[in-house]
């Protein structure tokens, strides 16, 4: 964290949210923490209509990469279940983030990719 925040670095550049937004943070717990009140925390293998139907998330928000797959495969699966809402991609440090965010949007959501 720097020292004039008290979120973990690129937190701040989150798309705006507003209270009545609902947010669903797959595999992102130990990144956001508690920087997001009142999202919903889940792995990504837990990932199914259900969970789309209970927490009718505005904002879908994951890393590009986690231990078992990609921000491309969960998009993936969030376009075959239908969801339409926003997604949020946290990245590490990339060499062209415009590159990867351009293949991201081609699936078909609005994605914003966050990198330092």
């Not at 209270?19 to 837990?46: F, K, N, S, T, W």
Request: glycine share 6%.
């Amino acid at each position: 964290m720097t020292a004039n925040s008290t979120h973990p670095p690129g937190i701040h550049i989150l798309p705006p949210l507003t209270q009545a937004e609902r947010v669903l943070a797959l595999d992102c717990e130990a990144i956001l923490g508690p920087a997001i009140p009142g999202a919903v925390h889940r792995r990504p293998e837990d990932l199914d209509a259900d969970l789309l139907a209970q927490t009718r998330p505005d904002l879908v928000i994951m890393p590009l990469f986690t231990a078992d797959q990609d921000a491309m495969a969960l998009i993936e699966a969030l376009v075959a279940l239908g969801y339409m809402g926003k997604v949020a991609v946290l990245a590490p440090t990339l060499p062209n983030p415009r590159l990867v965010e351009r293949e991201l949007r081609g699936l078909g959501l609005r994605v914003t990719l966050i990198s330092p």
